[in-house]
């Protein structure tokens, strides 16, 4: 099955500054990155989602890259505001229908 | 847009009882939805696969005859935790695809076996 892996498990920068999420998966035939934000105890929120034929889509402060050969995605958060601090979580769509998640980034934005 | 209700919010059962949580697509019909279960500061795990009108697809290591899952119409899914023990203690959350594509995520179950 999928497995994703996910770095760092936290994340401290100073409001303003760029953050940034990796993470890797090992099935080729993934076809569907979403990343979702998580307050605790609320559902996962999605923020941005790429499909396996585009290499990087962008949303205002948030963008995402994909990276096919090498198998790895990444989220991008500029000029991060203390709103920001939540937990992130990228998962993947492989064969199965259901997502494989990454096992989270805490994001904590320093004033 | 696309809206998955799930219920309880919460609910506290006693150990060696069980508990039925509800799953419903409100605005459009899911064939398919997706069960997944996230223990504290932990990340969500797919349970199971949830079919209308057919058996369920369970992950590895999760034991169907505990977790009991029922889709008998296109916009409703049950899961059933018979016998819950204080380790099934967690946050229960389905998510269901809609025709636009995507995930669309209950608001989520948290079980408290005492």
């Known amino acids: 099955g999928e497995n994703v892996e996910q770095h760092p498990s936290t994340l401290s920068v100073q409001e303003g500054d760029s953050a940034v999420i990796k993470c890797t998966y090992s099935?080729?035939?993934?076809?569907?990155f979403p990343w979702y934000k998580q307050e605790l105890g609320k559902r996962p929120q999605l923020i941005i989602d790429i499909r396996s034929n585009v290499g990087e889509k962008k949303d205002q402060r948030i963008a995402v890259t994909l990276n096919k050969t090498a198998k790895h995605f990444s989220l991008h958060i500029t000029e991060t505001q203390p709103e920001d601090s939540a937990v992130y979580f990228c998962a993947a769509r492989g064969g199965a229908d259901g997502l494989t998640f990454g096992k989270g980034t805490h994001l904590i934005i320093q004033p | 847009g696309a809206v998955v209700s799930q219920h309880p919010s919460r609910v506290i059962c006693k150990s060696g009882t069980s508990v039925k949580i509800e799953c419903r697509s409100l605005d459009f019909q899911a064939t398919t939805m997706f069960w997944y279960r996230q223990f504290p500061k932990q990340s969500l795990m797919l349970m199971a696969t949830s079919n209308e009108g057919s058996k369920a697809t369970y992950e590895q290591g999760v034991e169907k005859d505990k977790f009991l899952i029922n889709h008998a119409s296109l916009t409703l899914s049950t899961l059933t935790v018979t016998s819950a023990h204080p380790e099934d203690s967690s946050f229960y959350i389905c998510?269901?695809?809609?025709?636009?594509?995507?995930?669309?995520f209950g608001s989520g179950t948290r079980l408290t076996v005492v």
């Open positions: 099935d080729s035939a993934s076809n569907y």
């Open positions: 998510s269901a695809s809609p025709q636009a594509g995507g995930y669309t």
